[in-house]
């Protein structure tokens, strides 16, 4: 069983910048795939990012390519998500989720979620 729990999320304006952490406790990641989603109010989920337990990553949309940038810390058990450039369209609430040897396409564990709020 692995718990996650986000952190960092907050009120920004457009153009800033904010990095969010996903912490996992009960696990390491090492073996992990781990992803961020959004959901925006009265939207779908939408898939980010993932990094890819053996390394790569794998990005949702081209508007988020070069704005959004995951990384991880095995030692410490925390992916991050830094988001520069900031839009209003970027407000949502922000979901980490991780599965084993994952491939990016399926996520069995998920956190409670981080809200991002983007003024204009």
Do not use: H
């Amino acid at each position: 069983q692995v718990q996650l729990v986000e952190s960092g999320g907050g009120l920004v304006q457009a153009g800033g910048s904010l990095r969010l952490s996903c912490a996992a406790s009960g696990r390491t990641l090492r073996t992990y795939t781990v992803g961020w989603f959004r959901q925006a109010p009265g939207k779908e989920r939408e898939f980010v990012v993932a990094s890819i337990w053996n390394g790569d990553s794998t990005y949702g949309g081209d508007s988020l390519t070069g704005r959004f940038t995951i990384s991880r810390d095995n030692a410490k058990s925390t992916v991050y998500l830094q988001m520069n450039s900031l839009k209003p369209e970027d407000t949502a609430v922000y979901y980490c989720a991780a599965s084993l040897l994952g491939s990016g396409r399926n996520f069995d564990y998920w956190g409670q979620g981080t809200q991002v709020t983007v003024s204009s």
